[in-house]
């Protein structure tokens, strides 16, 4: 699996959009990007993945650039809940949903009241 | 769906004693994952399942750790003897066949004196 760079921190203030970057320059044409995120003393929980088309679900955006090696988690209208560690995930798909997920040590993102 | 189960929450034992964590996945799962975090090392697969066979053990620490899953709808890892060096949040997380989202459990913090 390809290795991601993120940021260590980052702060945002409550409401606005959230967006953290993750850099994947050596990403294969068929890994997918996931990101995770993990509350404080809680599991980490799925957010979003795509391969190379914009994804957008109920939690987030994900934008990856047109050469895939780097991709943005929005994160539209933040809310203090939001504040948690954020992992970028690069991994192939086998089609059957093996293989553990590696974790970095992500993006610490805080929204400030 | 209750979504991954994990008990107990919190173990405090001391060293030298059995510890078994047990997890229950979400019901249709196939795959089955525990995950070690400790501020040191972050978080690390420990093992995997497929239709309740290991599939992939190598992130095992050592022969003190073994994990089963005699069925598809529990798992325990045990430790024996315990070490302090085991203290840490163990996560148990599952997942279908095809999707790669992982679905992660509350976890277990142990603690080793």
């Known amino acids: 699996d390809a290795k991601t760079t993120q940021p260590t921190s980052m702060d945002c203030a409550e409401g606005r959009a959230a967006n953290l970057p993750c850099n994947h320059s050596t990403i294969s044409g068929n890994e997918y990007v996931y990101w995770y995120r993990q509350i404080h003393s809680q599991g980490p929980q799925y957010i979003i993945h795509g391969l190379k088309n914009n994804e957008t679900n109920e939690m987030a955006s994900l934008i990856i650039t047109e050469d895939r090696k780097s991709s943005t988690l929005i994160l539209p209208h933040a809310t203090l809940r939001d504040t948690a560690v954020y992992y970028c995930?690069?991994?192939?798909?086998?089609?059957?949903?093996?293989?553990?997920?590696?974790f970095g040590k992500g993006t610490h993102l805080i929204i400030q009241p | 769906d209750a979504g991954v189960i994990q008990s107990p929450r919190h173990e405090v034992t001391e060293m030298g004693q059995e510890v078994t964590l047990r997890c229950k996945p979400i019901s249709g799962h196939d795959y089955l994952f525990w995950y070690r975090q400790t501020m040191m090392r972050g978080l690390e697969l420990l093992i995997y399942f497929n239709n309740n066979v290991p599939i992939d053990d190598s992130g095992m620490p050592e022969d003190r750790f073994s994990a089963k899953m005699p069925n598809a709808s529990f798992s325990t890892l045990k430790i024996q003897p315990s070490e302090p060096r085991d203290s840490a949040v163990y996560f148990c997380?599952?997942?279908?066949?095809?999707?790669?989202?992982?679905?992660f459990g509350p976890g277990t913090r142990l603690t080793v004196t």
């Open positions: 995930i690069v991994r192939g798909y086998s089609g059957g949903g093996a293989d553990g997920l590696t």
């Open positions: 997380a599952s997942t279908l066949r095809i999707t790669y989202e992982q679905y």
